[in-house]
Nanobody
Framework: QVQLLESGGDSVQAGGSLTLSCVAS????????MGWYRRAPGNQRELVATVSSGGDGHLVDSAKGRFTISRDNAKKMVYLQMNSLKPEDTAVYYC?????????WGQGTQVTVTS
């Protein structure tokens, strides 16, 4: 059983920063890709950032220049550093991990950005 647990969500003012963390636990041999999706109210879940096991990160255009994704393979953790937050970044952020043929998801952590 693989579990992902996110933390770090909060309510901040526009222009502020947050760092989200996610730790994977359970029977895990190797985690391939890890990353973050988000779902804003009334919207579908959308990709925010991914990072490979080798540390190659990818950010969607709306996150470039503001967000940084990183991971610690030894700790089975992935992080999302978010700077210059905007109200449109308000969403539930979900961590995911690709392990073998399966994708696993966390329960989500709420990020609210007020203007």
């Amino acid at each position: 059983q693989v579990q992902l647990l996110e933390s770090g969500g909060d309510s901040v003012q526009a222009g502020g920063s947050l760092t989200l963390s996610c730790v994977a636990s359970g029977s895990i041999l190797q985690i391939e890709d890890m990353g973050w999706y988000r779902r804003a109210p009334g919207n579908q879940r959308e990709l925010v950032a991914t990072v490979s096991s080798g540390g190659d990160g990818h950010l969607v255009d709306s996150a470039k220049g503001r967000f940084t994704i990183s991971r610690d393979n030894a700790k089975k953790m992935v992080y999302l550093q978010m700077n210059s937050l905007k109200p449109e970044d308000t969403a539930v952020y979900y961590c995911y991990a690709k392990i073998a043929w399966d994708h696993y998801w966390g329960q989500g952590t709420q990020v609210t950005v007020t203007s």
